[in-house]
């Protein structure tokens, strides 16, 4: 039988020093290459909150996009993108967060999200929760409901569960895997 988690982890790669240094990229290409890991990581996304669940999913600019997308096909739910700025053509909701240096701005369409929608957002790493805590700030602002977030992969040292759950308490957090 195979162990989706031990292959998983073997298609995360750590890249240290990128982008900047000081920082452990944890690159999902190698995974995203491979079609049984690829697979594995969507089924298991969809098999733990059920078909007919989710009417929308959230995917989060970029690497959560291929996740998202495929994870939507597989629910029959639609897929939504949230971007940085100046990517979405149409007028949009947005929402900032604080970084250690700076801030980051995310907007998503307005009206791509009906009131009372059921939404699962979606992204390939919770680090901070800072990006995940936005996306979820944005489908309650346009009237949704989040109904979970799921990653691949959660970095527990940096504890950005327990920021998201200040935030948005009731929300149910699934990583595939842990660090
Ligand atoms: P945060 O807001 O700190 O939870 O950061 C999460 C976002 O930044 C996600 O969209 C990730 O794609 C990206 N990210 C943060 N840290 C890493 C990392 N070590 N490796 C890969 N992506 C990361």
Redesign the pocket.
Known sequence: MLDLEALLRSRIVDVPDFPTPG?????ISPLLADHVAFAGAVDAVVAFHGRGTIDKVVG?EA??FLLAAPVAYQFGAGFVPVRKPGKLPLATLETS?DLEYGSNVLQMHEGALQPGERVLVV??????????AAACRLVREAGAEVVGLSVLLE?GF?E?RALLHQAEPDLEVHALLQT
């Open positions: 920082v452990v990229f944890k690159d989060i690497r959560g967060y992204d390939d790493v919770l680090a901070t929760g800072g990006t995940a970095l940096l950005g």
